[in-house]
């Protein structure tokens, strides 16, 4: 519930950007506000670990919205 709660706020922040909230979600908004990060064209501002996950993650977003 904690996580949920968490990327709920995400979200909320992002304006229902999905790939942002996941972006602030796995490298943290402050470091997304630091290194001036304001959409997913920003994403190379932000550790690899980060620039990996955002796109698996949705991957996996967009394979089960889509019934797969």
Do not use: H, W
């Amino acid at each position: 519930r904690a996580g949920v709660s968490i990327l709920k706020g995400y979200l909320d922040d992002c304006n229902g950007d999905i790939a942002m909230a996941l972006m602030a979600y796995n490298g943290g908004p402050t470091r997304m506000m630091n290194r001036g990060v304001k959409s997913m064209a920003d994403i190379y501002k932000m550790p690899k670990e980060t620039q990996n996950y955002v796109p698996k993650v949705m991957s996996y977003y967009r394979g089960f919205a889509n019934g797969n």
